[in-house]
């Protein structure tokens, strides 16, 4: 195999940088793999293309298309590759061209990836993290927008996680490959273009020749607040948090203040950091693409509702997808949840 410092052309960037969201994935992939030579990269035209999001651009011309492999059309062998290849001691890292396209994989990976550490009592680990490009907003065709994470997230054994941010993709991708649990990493395809300023940490030259960082248990198992507030506690995750920072902006015009809580993990869920939030302001909503009925939405409002009952002052309220499949481009406006949406229900909420 040839070595990463053969390899390489130019120096990793480093300090402060504003990227997009996609590039923000790309240097974290990029780092990871410098770090860690058993951390490899496979899915469907992501070596010499790039992948069709281009998030792996220029990771094969660095690493090699023994490092980036370009697998064929067929999303139940790359999880099933990469399975024997983690228990081999790699940690591959997979990437579903599409969210739509997940579902020939699925038993691989709830009836495989999700148990093996269980049934071998722990003996076995699989560090295997899946890339999922997920949510709406940019006018795709069918099983181009899908909404999938609660499914995995019912799954035992799996961690469930999605970046808002370009500075939560670089974090959160590193901290998913140290990982030495499944990861189901959804990426919001409709943030790929949205730019912010991601620290890179030090230059190459600056840090320890072959230092794989531990896995950070605070960036892949703990929400964060990312607006305070006293009114209202908005609980959201992915691409949906942009859209709810723009609603506590309107909100705030009006004299309404929203505590915007980023989830990072659907599983494992961080009950502790919203029911504190709850707590101080004593309602409740929770805001995700996905549909509403069975949605990782109402796991949120059965733990608040148990830990903070004597604290809400209204019920626990959800605003999300509708009970449909996932319409055509021309109407997904009407599916996904909106600034007004987000509103109508911190109106209702305020009602109580």
């Known amino acids: 195999m040839t070595t990463t410092t053969e390899r390489r052309t130019a120096a990793a960037p480093s300090g402060v940088q504003k990227l997009t969201f996609a590039k923000a994935i790309t240097l974290g992939l990029r780092r990871a793999m410098a770090d860690d030579p058993k951390v490899l990269l496979m899915g469907e035209d992501i070596g010499k293309l790039g992948g069709v999001f281009r998030v792996t651009d220029g990771l094969y011309d660095e690493f090699g298309a023994q490092r980036v492999v370009d697998t064929p059309l067929a999303e139940s062998g790359i999880v099933g590759t990469a399975i024997g290849l983690a228990l081999r001691g790699y940690r591959p890292v997979c990437e579903i061209q599409f969210d739509g396209f997940i579902f020939p994989a699925f038993d691989q990976i709830t009836t495989q990836l999700a148990k093996l550490h269980y049934r071998s009592r722990g003996r076995l680990t699989v560090p295997v993290v899946i890339r999922v490009p997920y949510g709406g907003g940019i006018g795709a065709v069918e099983h181009h927008s899908e909404s999938p994470e609660v499914l995995f997230a019912h799954t035992p054994g799996l961690r469930v996680v999605s970046p808002s941010s370009p500075a939560e993709a670089y974090t959160m991708i590193q901290a998913a490959i140290a ?42 198992n703990r929400a964060r607040i990312v607006r305070p507030g006293t009114d209202v506690t908005v609980v959201t995750y992915g691409g949906s948090v942009a859209t709810v920072l723009k609603a506590a902006d309107a909100a705030a015009a009006e004299g309404t203040s929203l505590e915007v809580i980023d989830l990072r993990a659907i599983s494992p869920l961080d009950t502790a950091t919203v029911a504190e939030s709850v707590r101080r302001t004593g309602r409740c909503v929770v805001v995700h693409e996905a549909p509403v009925l069975y949605g990782s939405g109402a796991e949120v409002a059965a733990r608040i509702t148990e830990e903070c009952f004597y604290h809400l002052q209204a019920p626990v309220l959800r605003v999300g997808g509708f009970h449909t499949p996932y319409p055509v481009a021309k109407l997904e406006h009407e599916y996904l949840p909106s600034l007004d949406r987000v509103l109508d229900a911190v109106d209702r909420t305020l009602a109580f």
């Open 179 to 220: 990982s030495p649990d499944p990861v189901l990493f959804f990426e919001p395809k409709v943030r790929y273009w949205e730019k912010g300023d991601v620290d890179l940490g030090p230059a190459d030259d600056e840090r320890v020749p072959g230092s794989v960082p531990a896995p950070d248990d605070a960036v892949l």
